[in-house]
């Protein structure tokens, strides 16, 4: 029973119990009954506040206010600044650079709205974390993702909303739902539109890993298939020895499509391969532009023509600046909105995707 709601006391209960007969002592009712009423509100870290301010904007809300600041030793201090009993939370951040203050702000956001008695908390989070690190490759590493997961659940999180997850396993890493949106409706509306004629069109997937969502955005866009195959030594770990383009695209325009893109080595690498396979033009796209260090500027020296990204990551002006007109970022809020409007009035999610948004 949410504090939030109109409590209807002082009637007789029209739910008569059934032992006893209906009233009992002395004409009270034995029930109280309420009308139940849902209170969303959104709240956001500090990572990526222009979306957190155009999803907002599309629920047709404002942001909870939420004090965030840094004591002198550095430790994360945050507080919200109305009251969250009974309200359906949402927490949105984006698990961006400095990734570990991005996390724990959110950590420690959700704990302040579980300890103020929200009803329920929702951790919206466009970009996870660590989502690379899902299984142990190597003996004596830990499973990141999973820690990730576990700290979000102690934390009191009940629910994550999140885009296209390095790998679908991560959702099993949680006792409670997730809701999985992607950005490839994005990415497919926007490059049907720049290749209306797909009839020389290859979607590439640039690693052995996104076969799949190659093949999802091949049947939107009507286009061809191929893939980068990496031949890995045998006698050096890691050391590939062969990078081989597996499909036809010579004097073909071909896309290659990843989930993420941090250093920028696999695409720009797959790039060169395609190069040298005699592709026509190459583009690339992905979800989340992690871009760190200087992969703008290595994508920019590549045979990359143009970068087709959401913004489920902040990417600050000198970054967008490198790439200039080669670089179309997309807006995610609008899915994100409806992720949220959905899980609010209790509504399919899957819908918005037509059932097509499992990782
Ligand atoms: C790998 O499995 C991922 O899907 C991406 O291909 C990879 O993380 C991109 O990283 P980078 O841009 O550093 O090569």
New binding site residues.
Partial sequence: MSGTEDIVAGERSEHVSETTGGVVGGGRPITRETRTRKRMMVFAGTTHPALAEEIAQHLGINLSGTKISRFASGEIYVRSIESARGADAFVIQTHADPINESIMEQLLMIDALKRASAKRITAVIPYYGYS?QDHKALAREPISAKLVADLLTVAGADRVISVDL?SGQIQGFFDFPVDHLTGLPLLAEHLSKRFPDPSDLVVVA??A??VKTAERLGKELRADLAFIYKRRSKHEAHKIEQVLVVGEVDGRRCVLI??????????VEGAKALAAAGASEIFAACTHP?LSGK?VQRIAESPIRELVVTNTLPLPGEKRAVLGDRLTVLSIAPIVASALDAVFQDESVSEIFHGDNQA
């Fill in positions: 690379r390095h640039p690693d890993g996104r990843d989930d993420m893109i941090d250093t920028g080595g696999t695409v992690v992969a």
